[in-house]
């Protein structure tokens, strides 16, 4: 099962590039960078650890 590459931050929606830098929950709620620092790497959708998303190269 492939994770969904969402394109742009849940928070400020800021377009996140295939191959930078975002962060992602379980639930695959993802985040940019300073929104996840912002945020101490804790989803506020589900109270989840947000960690570094894998990086795909891009199409």
């Known amino acids: 099962m492939a994770l969904e ?3 742009t931050c849940e928070r400020c929606e800021v377009s996140l ?3 930078g ?13 300073d929104c996840t620092e912002a945020m101490a ?4 959708n ?5 960690v ?6 891009a199409a």
């Open 5 to 7: 590459m969402r394109e």
């Open 17 to 19: 590039t295939a191959d």
């Open 21 to 33: 830098p975002a962060s992602i929950c379980s639930y695959e709620c993802t985040f940019c960078a």
């Open 41 to 44: 790497a804790n989803c506020p």
């Open 46 to 50: 589900c109270g989840g650890v947000l």
């Open 52 to 57: 570094a998303r894998p990086r795909r190269k």
